[in-house]
């Protein structure tokens, strides 16, 4: 503590606090790293844009992998089941998190969600995010990679409006292909759009109605899905 | 956004050490907010000034050092700011986290901070 002499009545100080606000999510996200690493579950974040296809891509992920892996997934939604529905018809272990009036997931919540799964029984685990290109980004989860999902029917400039998001992305996905001409959207300038923003973020362009390119994101995130 | 709970969490904060301290009064606190989160500054000092209203800290100055994304690359050896791509034609300012020199992706070492350096009370 550092004295300042001051003139006005009362001894006056200044405190060096240091304190790190992030650091109470940061702190368990590295927890929740710890123990699916313990048991040897790859934990996958899905981040993405309201309606982009972030549960469709999870569904597809789910059919070409489940053959070989042991799949869960956690849907992160405010307050509705209707995509935790989906994917529980998969035939997987499925836990709902609602955030309630809250934008993102944080790390509390994925936490307290683990504790609902087998771990013991787990080789792959999805993350589906709140629809939001901004704030889970500054929400790390403790996953090993991140996806970000977007849509060619959000227009050309999704990417470039939220440049965040992407920084830390492992992979980028561009689903709805099948409606880029009708869209009058290039894919090759928003993968570009990508890559000028981090060129560490794998590009991969899909239709998650048909499967068009879920093999190449499954490939993308180191995950073999040869059978 | 989330400005008015990181706001929350500042002045809960704030205020707790301020108690353990046996303050009277809460004079000034240095944040440092990093350019690459995504808190609005005027909208952290109007949310602080209400949460502070009927608390010591109530008037107390609220000193904002904003800290400049910066990064490292390990393929050149580049450490320094980020550079920024400029789309004139759209007037959209786009940060790039790849290395400004040669291209390869950056590790951030700068640029996300939201730390309260230090505190100013009276006691």
């Known amino acids: ?227 | 956004m989330h400005e008015f709970s990181r706001a929350s969490q500042i002045v809960e904060a704030v205020l707790g050490e301020a108690e353990k301290q046996h303050a009277v009064k809460v004079i000034e606190v240095e944040l440092d907010i990093g350019d690459l989160t995504f808190l609005g500054i005027e909208q952290v000092r109007f949310s602080y000034e209400i949460l502070t209203d009927k608390t010591i800290a109530k008037n107390s100055k609220l000193k904002i050092n904003q800290i400049p994304g910066r990064g490292r690359c390990d393929s050149c050896g580049y450490d320094g700011q980020l550079s920024y791509l400029d789309d004139e034609q759209f007037h959209i300012i786009v940060p790039t986290f790849n290395c400004p020199q040669c291209g390869n992706p950056l590790s951030i070492s700068a640029g996300r901070e939201c730390v309260i350096k230090r505190i100013r009370i009276r006691k």
């Open chain 1, 1 to 227: 503590m550092t004295q300042i002499v001051q003139s006005e009545p009362g001894e006056i100080f200044d405190i060096e606090l240091d304190e790190n606000l992030k650091r109470a999510n940061d702190l368990i996200a590295e927890e929740n790293r710890k123990q699916l690493q313990k048991h040897g579950i790859r934990a996958i974040d899905v981040m993405g844009s309201v309606g982009a296809g972030k549960t469709s891509l999870i569904e597809q992920l789910v059919r070409l992998l489940k053959p070989r892996y042991r799949i869960a997934a956690f849907k992160g939604d405010l307050t509705s089941k209707i995509d935790y529905e989906r994917i529980e018809s998969l035939g997987i272990q499925a836990v709902q998190i609602n955030t309630g009036r809250e934008c993102h997931l944080d790390a509390n919540l994925v936490k307290k969600a683990l504790l609902k799964l087998d771990l013991t029984a787990l080789d792959l685990l999805f993350i589906e995010n709140v629809g939001n290109l901004i704030c889970p980004a500054d929400f790390p989860l403790g996953s090993d990679k991140r996806i970000v999902v977007i849509s060619v029917t959000e227009g050309p400039y999704m990417v470039v409006k939220h440049p965040f998001i992407f920084a830390d992305a492992d992979v980028a996905v561009i689903n709805k292909i099948d409606l880029a001409r009708p869209m009058d959207v290039d894919t090759d300038k928003l993968a570009g759009d990508v890559r000028n923003i981090n060129a560490r973020t794998s590009v991969v362009l899909t239709n998650c109605r048909t499967g068009e390119g879920v093999k190449q994101v499954a490939a993308a995130l180191g995950i073999d899905s040869a059978s």
